[in-house]
């Protein structure tokens, strides 16, 4: 079993819709749990961040921890074009630990 | 979120020449800074890990001697591709992290090898 395993894609929605994006791990020494947004030929942007399992909304985005099914969420409600890029769960088991990456899942917003 | 930014954004050298990428945390002390590739459609893959004022730690398969990975301050990384070769083509990341667990990505640099 991977380590990480998430929804290949690539996934197109129309503007306005809500975006499901998940990701499962069988490690459960992970502790921390993060997404971020990568543009086309740019570096990887933070986009959500937590420790603890439920749900963290920030804007449009809200990320969901659940560690004992060990999957997580980020959901975007009002979808946008600039929201098309390709997203990355990421986590790690400690502090101090290196990250550990979903493939990445792309997904396109169509006007 | 913390800003981090890589120089240059692209650059293009001949076969053979070497090639250095700063990578600067720009508002926070970076403890820890992290070197990546990513080749296109792919998944970003860690090269090293290094502490300021420690040597680099380079993950399996990564040669130390044609990647030189400095550290040199709380600021500032910087990557050596030593006597680069087109098959080292890439595009290059950093990632700085501070006092927290978050780690912050500069923009990267795409590296071009004729």
């Known amino acids: 079993q991977k380590e990480v395993e998430q929804d290949p894609g690539p996934l197109s929605v129309p503007e306005g819709a809500i975006v499901s994006l998940n990701c499962t791990y069988s490690n459960s020494a992970f502790q921390y749990f993060m997404w971020y947004r990568q543009y086309s030929r740019k570096g990887p942007e933070l986009l959500m961040y937590t420790y603890s399992s439920g749900n963290k909304e920030d804007g449009r985005f809200t990320a969901q921890v659940d560690k004992s099914s060990k999957y997580i969420s980020l959901f975007i409600r009002d979808s946008q074009p600039s929201d098309s890029a390709t997203y990355l769960c990421a986590f790690l088991t400690g502090a101090n630990s290196k990250l550990t990456f979903g493939k990445g899942i792309t997904l396109s917003v169509r006007p | 979120g913390a800003v981090v930014s890589q120089h240059p954004s692209w650059v293009i050298c001949k076969s053979g020449t070497s090639v250095k990428i700063e990578c600067r945390s720009l508002d926070f002390q970076a403890t820890t800074m992290f070197w990546y590739r990513q080749f296109p459609k792919q998944s970003l893959m860690l090269m090293a890990t290094?502490?300021?004022?420690?040597?680099?730690?380079?993950e399996q398969g990564v040669e130390k001697d044609k990647f030189l990975i400095n550290h040199a301050s709380l600021t500032l990384s910087t990557l050596t591709v030593t006597s680069a070769h087109p098959e080292d083509s890439s595009f290059y990341i950093c990632?700085?992290?501070?006092?927290?667990?978050?780690?912050?990505f500069g923009p990267g640099t795409r590296l071009t090898v004729t």
């Open positions: 290094s502490n300021e004022g420690s040597k680099a730690t380079y």
């Open positions: 990632s700085a992290r501070g006092s927290s667990y978050e780690q912050y």
